[in-house]
């Protein structure tokens, strides 16, 4: 029986592991970057074309390679990082595996040009499918440049499985944020098509972080800080009030590389406790700084994940470090006023003299002393009948009074008491700002009037991006709308979706992330134009995290929860009515987006049995 066990081919072998490391173009972006800045580069220029399928191209300033490293540097376990077992446990570079360059050239066409400092001439190396094509001597400047071209050409399977340039794009930037928000000490470009995305200067931190995330960052960082013996930790976090919908300004890096952690995640979210609205996320940039013995990276290929050796006790300092965080931030004024005149202390000259304010006290005031009047006896008991049969009504309303009752905008027949006569069409009532209530001949019809809204929108919206002709109404002054680049390159991705549904935005020709919107959907009341994008784009992040949606139906559900009627706006009966129409005249009118209950019947046996002897 002949053997049946044999080694796989190298270009075999190169895919294999090609598969665990280059997933995408923003895969191989994050392993060259890493390799420039292991070169020691201060310069690394990133330039792109179609998303990273066509051309993908990383030059920095570093220290390049000799002909025989530049050669060697294609093959399988070719690594300049380390030398023996003991050094995984001591590692400091980027990378270490040196796998990266292999399983790059193993599904693509590479070109290399790399020169070191003191060499008169470069080495230029063409590598395809694992295979050098040629080998030849050329002038280039000191350094080195890779040229990814055709990314899996050679595997046409994983080629088709790639997402749009929209999309593609957007992970490109996600992984060039994260290596350019590890090194602000260092100077980055990126490129797309010929234009810049981003032209970033050597800096600090804070900088860096505004310089990618715009301006508005500037008075949303608060500055965490703690230094022990086993470790530092550095960075910043969002105030609470920014917090997000989705995870999308969250970064922890290690001894300056970026990592993913779950259970790190739920430290920073356990210290903002109670400081932010339900299922909302902080922004974080947290810098950990460790002796590397007291850390595994070699864990996964790509190097994202981290295992500590006591991850309870960085669980507990970077939560104590967040906590402490807000609360100096909670003590510190961050408006100053100027100072006004009548409330100016300054030391007068000496010359001059002193004339403090007098303040006149009242001792025997009590500012939580009930004035009574002259209530009778009975008054007072009826009143504290009241207080123990609505405990929580009463609470309410001594901290805020109610202005307007709790059933709104009642009709005049109802106003004088229910009659058999009463006409079931004029019969919704609003209860709480939040609740529709119509009687029906069953008993009750409670409808929730924000997941009814929910519901009528998306419907709405569907149909309107299958037709195609959707109303605009145009502005009068185009409004200009400025987005970070990852959220530029997702409006670029609905752009032509929300046009149908009336919008119409198109990027601005002259400055990079910018659009002009003139005109939106008719019949659209007035509104913040450029939070509501930011608001469907928010949304639409967190549909494709959460739900995984086909684009157009997350721009729908992102686009009804953004304008749909809120719980606590006030509405007149006409407004009601059309509601309670709208809903049934949805294909799907009792289930929410979320799928939950748009409407309940109380029946009058339920309510019946309320009333009788148990």
Known sequence: MPDIIHLLPDSVANQIAAGEVIQRPASALKELMENSIDSGANQIDVIIKDAGKTLLQV????????????????????????????????????????????????????????????????????????????????QC????????????????????FLKANTIEIRHIIDEFQRVALARPDLNFSLFHDRKPVFQLKASNLKQRIISIFGSQFNQRLVQVEQKMDILSMSGFIGKP??????????????????????????????????????????????????????????????KTEIKFQDEKMIYSILRSAVKQALGKFSITPSMNFE???????????????????????????????????NQTDRNKSNLENWEKLF????????????????????????????????????????LHRKFILSQ??????????????????????????????????????????SLSPADAALLNEVCEELNLLGFSIKPDEKKSFQFVIDGTPAGMKQTNIEDLIEGILEAY???????????????????????????????????????????????????SLDGESIVNIITISELTSRFSRK
């Open 59 to 138: 030059t920095d300033n570093g220290s390049g390679m000799s002909e025989t490293d530049a050669r060697l540097s294609f093959e399988r376990h070719a690594t300049s990082k380390i030398n023996k077992v003991d050094d995984l446990f001591e590692i400091r570079t980027m990378g270490f595996r040196g796998e990266a360059l292999a399983s790059i050239a193993a599904i693509a066409q590479v070109e290399m040009r790399s020169k070191k400092a003191d060499q008169e001439l470069g080495t230029c190396i063409f590598n395809e499918g694992s295979q050098v094509k040629s080998q030849e001597a050329c």
């Open 141 to 160: 400047p000191a350094g080195t440049t890779i040229m990814v071209k055709n990314l899996f050409y050679n595997v046409p399977a994983r080629r088709k």
């Open 241 to 302: 009030e920014f917090a997000k919908k989705t995870r999308g300004e969250q970064f922890f890096f290690v001894n300056q590389r970026f990592m993913k952690h779950p259970y790190l995640n739920h430290a920073i979210d356990s210290a903002f406790d109670e400081l932010m609205p339900e299922k909302s996320f902080p922004s974080y940039f947290i810098f950990i700084e460790i002796d590397p013995k007291e850390i595994d990276i070699n864990i996964h290929p790509t």
């Open 339 to 373: 100072v006004e005149p009548t409330f100016d202390f300054r030391q007068p000259p000496k010359d001059q003299p002193i004339h403090q304010p007098q303040i006149r006290i009242n001792p025997d005031y009590n500012p939580f002393e009930r004035q009574q009047g």
């Open 391 to 430: 405990p929580e009504r009463n609470n309410r309303f001594s901290q805020n009074p109610p202005t307007k009752p709790e059933f709104e905008n009642v009709s005049s027949q109802t106003e004088a008491g229910f009659t058999e006569n009463l006409s079931t069409e004029n019969n919704f009532y609003q």
């Open 440 to 481: 029906i001949k069953s008993g009750l019809m409670v409808i929730d009037q924000q997941k009814a809204h929910e519901r009528i929108l998306y419907e709405r919206y569907i149909e309107l991006m299958g037709a195609g002709n959707s109303l605009s109404q145009q502005e009068l002054f185009p409004i200009k709308l």
């Open 541 to 591: 992040k967190t549909n494709q995290v959460s739900y995984d949606l086909d684009k157009s139906v997350n721009l729908a559900r992102s686009m009804a929860k953004n304008l749909a009627i809120k719980a606590g706006k006030v509405l007149q009966n006409i407004e009601m009515r059309t509601i309670i129409d709208e809903l049934f005249a949805c294909k799907i009118p009792e289930i």
